[in-house]
């Protein structure tokens, strides 16, 4: 038998404890794909992993206080993840379930393929009520590529301007949102550098040429690998609620990459996770402050590894674990919030049941590094001694 530690593994394969990877593509695929509808949020969990929290920076938390800004010069700061995304090495669509996701270009064409029509399947009741058909949607697709060709990025009014001009109602929002989410799911469009704070799309050919094609056999391998080995340990349910892919095609996917991973059943429940070397114990506490829609969250149907029950009243009504959670030795023990007063990022923290000295000494380091991703100073509760 294994002695499978569920949270502490799921910590290092999500990157969270461990910094091999320099890149926020690099990070995006080996994640397979990172929740992003809370853009500010995505771009802290792509930084978090790439700057990494090392025990020995942990224990230096009192010589650097709460008030500590940073230049956060490690390459995972929130200026280096606006530029991956205005590059376009990353790019933020819809996929899988139907919402925002972080992918990678070269990933994103054959992702669509497989997870598409599952989407377009659970939005078809909108649609209706909508009237949004099949020949609507081509319609307004030819409207969006032709606005786009050549290379322009328009923001989401501009294209609804586009659509109105080809006589295309867009009453009412959600009219407008269906339209761009079904040409995202279409592969025709995906998002572009950002104007200032709107969001702008662009052309998916023109932004992703180099974007990979694989058969739907190869695409559902390669998506069940990387979601076990980057999320592991995880049950099959996990895969299917993360992918949006039937419980069909889970197992088929997990059966063609079943002699690549490990796997052991703990009550009735099989995890399966990659064969890499388990993480290092470390004995002094580790503590992250994780952003609302977090992989280590959001990532699994199932959350009693990592979350007690006990505490669920004590979570922010709207949205549960999808908050932005205190996580210390891969458990979540509150939650978290921040505001911004005078060029300063003030954290307000809610544990669950009171820190010890030790624990609130550990929430000085990722509370710094918050800072230093944002290149502001920090107010934070766990101030030093």
Aim: hydrophobic share 40%; proline share 5%.
């Amino acid at each position: 038998m294994i002695n499978l530690d569920i949270a502490h593994r799921r910590l290092h394969n999500q990157h969270i404890t461990r910094r091999t990877l320099e890149t926020p593509q690099a990070l995006v695929e080996w994640l397979g794909a990172v929740q992003a509808q809370d853009f500010a949020a995505a771009k802290w969990a792509l930084g978090l992993r790439l700057l990494g929290i090392s025990p020995s920076h942990q224990r230096r938390c009192a010589s650097t206080a709460t008030r500590s800004g940073g230049t956060g010069g490690e390459g995972g700061t929130d200026d280096d993840m606006e530029q991956a995304f205005t590059d376009g090495a990353i790019l933020r669509t819809h996929v899988m379930r139907p919402t925002w996701h972080f992918v990678s270009p070269a990933d994103i064409r054959w992702l669509l393929a497989l997870t598409a029509p599952h989407v377009r399947a659970a939005s078809a009741y909108y649609n209706r009520k909508l009237e949004l058909d099949d020949a609507t949607f081509r319609c307004t697709n030819a409207v969006l590529a032709n606005a786009l060709q050549g290379g322009k990025q328009l923001t989401r009014d501009e294209l609804a301007s586009a659509l109105q001009q080809a006589g295309i109602a867009t009453d009412g929002e959600q009219r407008v949102t269906h339209i761009m989410m079904r040409a995202e799911l279409d592969g025709v469009i995906c998002s572009g550098a950002r104007r200032g704070k709107q969001f702008t799309y662009a052309l998916l050919a023109e932004r992703a040429p180099q974007a990979r094609t694989l058969d739907r056999d190869e695409a559902l391998a390669e998506l069940t690998m990387r979601y076990f080995t980057s999320h592991g340990p995880a049950t099959i349910q996990d895969f299917v609620w993360w992918s949006g892919l039937t419980v069909a095609d889970a197992r088929a996917g997990l059966a063609m990459v079943t002699s690549h991973l490990l796997h052991e059943t703990i009550g009735g429940q099989t995890y399966w996770f990659p064969t890499s070397t388990p993480p290092a114990q470390n004995l002094s506490p580790m503590a992250y402050l994780l952003p609302n829609y977090d992989e280590y969250t959001v990532g699994y149907t199932d959350r009693s590894a990592i979350f007690d029950a006990l505490h669920t009243n004590k979570l922010d009504p709207r949205g549960g674990l999808l908050t932005n959670t205190m996580v210390l030795d891969g458990q979540v023990v509150g939650t978290w919030k921040r505001t911004f007063k005078k060029n300063t990022v003030v954290i307000e923290a809610n544990p669950f049941v009171p820190l010890s000295n030790t624990e609130t000494c550990a929430f000085a380091a990722p509370a710094n590094r918050y800072g230093e991703f944002l290149h502001m100073p920090v107010d934070s509760p766990w101030q030093a001694d």
